[in-house]
Each structure stands twice: as C-alpha cells, then as structure tokens.
C-alpha cells in the first residue's frame, strides 16, 4: 500500500488578506510546473471563495453535497473526483469547492474531515488544504494536526503578524498540539502599499521560517471579480511568478517529479528577432 500523499495546509493570521489567493496560486503552480495530480480542497468553512475566483457563482457540487457521504465514512475517490471541478488549462489541478451554508460551519465533525482527508491523500499526488482563518471548526484543526507542512499568511500590517499571529499562532494552536514554530510563513505584499516592517522583522517577530511571498497586483483585483484567477496566473507577467518559488521548495521536499522545460532553440530565437517577434 503507497503512502498518502502530503498534505499542505495554509491558514491565515487573518481573514480577508489573499489567503485563498495565496493557496491557489500554490496549488495551480504545483499542477502546471509538476507530472503528478494536485487536488484543492477548499476547506473554509465560513467564507469560501474558490469558486466565485474561478467564476463558477453556483456549483452543482461542493463541499456540502458530500456530507452523506462524509457522515457515512463512504467517501471514495470516484465519488471524490466526480465533486470536484478540474481546472481550464490545468488539468491535473482538481477543485473541490468549499461550504455555501456558514451556519453549518460548526456542523462538519473531525470524523469528517478526517475522512475527507484520508480519500484526498488517496486520490491526489499532493493535496492542498485552504482553511482560511477561522479556528472555530473541525476543518481547521483537523487539517493542520495531520498536515506535512503548516503555511501560515500574513501581511506587513503590524495588526496581522504581530497581534492576529500571536493570538492564533502562539496562543491557540499549542492547545491542540501543535507547536508554535510549526509553520512556515507566507508573506502576502497588497498593491500599492508602502511597508514599514519589512520580511525578516516578520519572521523574527513571529520566531518562524519564509516559505515565500506573494505580490498582488491591481490587475489581479478585478480578476478575482471576474472569477478569472485561473487566467492571471496563466497569462499576466506577474500572475506566471506568483507561488513559483515555494512551489519548487515544495516540489524538492516531497520528491515530486517536474515537468520538463522546452528549450527554445537558438535559431528560433534568430528568426523571431529578425521578424520582430518576442519569446515569452
């Protein structure tokens, strides 16, 4: 029996900072740069956004259309991939979307989760787990108990790494078992914002190791309104850099294989300078 994939999950100091963003960003580069099959679970109870990012305002299946099944312990992985929309483009990225019925945030137990996670681990060759920022429910705890790797997010606000960080990160997260410095950091940079605390007071402040950094754009903005994430990463200059670092971080921990990387020709490059053309 192979063993399950590893399991990421990212959390954030605080709510509405870009930490979906910031997961599926990471999720959409590890499908496109790897070989093997990422699933995304979009594991926010109280305020999911994966699918209006991916402009898809009423999904027929989510997170919720599992609970029989979840409840059940009869989740598996036909039953998983049928739930989950697979991404234009990227194919081996796979999305389940996340819970529409904030009040029933409190209801997913951790026998459920736990049973969502396990089918995940054996469907996926990595998966992804985004439990926003809320501590209040099974999904959250569940999944950074199990995880192989804890991605916490945060921005250079003083308000989000100093004191959102240290009332969630050193405070509540040791009652369930699980160290305070046992993350690793996720900086998020909004646009147009000038920052006074730059990336290494953060991690000193916050006594934590930089996995990497995330620069939002303008352009990004109205794309997420849009529900085109997908094509900011695909396609926008800064959008094709977005996640890159950490997922090749990640990619080498794990041992998972890279896509290989065409070579353009040297005289290719003679011909498309001689008419004037660009390589991207």
């Known amino acids: 029996m192979s063993a399950p994939a590893p399991l990421l999950a990212i959390v954030g100091t605080t709510p509405n900072i870009g930490t979906t963003v910031a997961a599926f960003a990471l999720a959409y580069r590890l499908a496109s740069q790897g070989t093997g099959s990422v699933g995304y679970l979009c594991l926010n109870l109280k305020s999911a956004k994966t699918h209006r990012y991916l402009g898809n305002d009423k999904p027929e299946t989510m997170l919720d259309s599992l609970r029989p099944e ?84 945060t921005t250079p606000a003083l308000s989000h790494f100093q004191e959102d960080g240290r009332r969630w990160m050193k405070q509540m997260s040791p009652l369930f078992g699980i160290p305070g410095d046992a993350y690793e950091l996720i900086v998020i940079h909004p ?29 990004l903005l109205p794309q997420l309104d849009s529900g085109t994430i997908d094509e900011w990463l695909a396609y926008d200059e800064q959008g094709k850099q977005a996640m890159t670092e950490p997922a090749q971080r990640i990619m080498k921990r794990y041992g998972l294989q890279r896509r290989p990387v065409m070579a353009v020709q040297p005289w290719y490059k003679k011909l498309m300078t001689h008419r004037g053309g660009r390589i991207s």
């Open 70 to 153: 979840l409840a059940t312990g009869s989740l598996n992985t036909d039953k998983l991939l049928h739930a989950m929309q697979a991404v234009s483009g990227n194919e081996s990225l796979k999305v389940l979307f996340g819970n529409m019925m904030r009040d029933q945030a409190e209801y997913f137990t951790p026998p459920e989760i736990e049973h969502l996670l396990d089918t995940a681990q054996r469907t996926f060759d990595i998966v992804i787990a985004d439990v926003g920022a809320y501590w209040d429910n099974a999904a959250t705890v569940c999944a950074l108990r199990r995880a192989d790797a804890r991605l916490l997010v």
């Open 191 to 219: 646009p147009h914002r000038t920052c006074v605390y730059q990336t290494k007071d953060i991690c000193k402040e916050m006594d934590v190791t930089l996995m990497g950094e995330l620069r939002l754009s303008e352009k």
